[in-house]
């Protein structure tokens, strides 16, 4: 059973940095290709961030604009996203989320197997 398990989420002001991390089980880790997504209330849940197995490709949606930074470490089957600037719009649930296809980052929601249950982001104004 792989699991992912989300941390490091609060409630922060406009302009400060969070780095949350996804610890994972298993020995699946460094075979797979990981995401970082994000659900607001009502609405959808949308890409963030995401790497490829060995960490030398990653991928960011046009709103992160150099404010976030994916990284991992597959030594301690850890994902991080490091986000600076945080801005009140980028308030929401904080998912990771693991792709079996480890060689190429994709953002669609429906080609990653495993999820985590989320953290909450909540940033004030």
């Known amino acids: 059973q792989v699991q992912l398990v989300e941390s490091g989420g609060g409630l922060v002001q406009a302009g400060a940095s969070l780095r949350l991390s996804c610890v994972a089980s298993?020995?699946?880790?460094?075979?797979?290709?990981m995401s970082w997504f994000r659900q607001a209330p009502g609405k959808e849940r949308e890409f963030v961030a995401g790497?490829?197995?060995?960490?030398?490709?990653?991928s960011n949606a046009n709103f992160v604009q150099g404010r976030f930074t994916i990284s991992r470490d597959n030594a301690k089957n850890t994902l991080y996203l490091q986000m600076n600037s945080l801005k009140p719009e980028d308030t929401a649930v904080y998912y990771c989320?693991?792709?079996?296809?480890?060689?190429?980052?994709?953002?669609?929601?429906?080609?990653?197997?495993?999820w985590g249950q989320g953290t909450q982001v909540t940033v004030s104004s």
């Open positions: 298993g020995r699946f880790f460094s075979n797979y290709a």
């Open positions: 790497i490829n197995w060995s960490g030398d490709s990653t």
């Open positions: 989320a693991a792709d079996r296809n480890g060689i190429n980052v994709r953002a669609t929601r429906e080609v990653h197997s495993y």
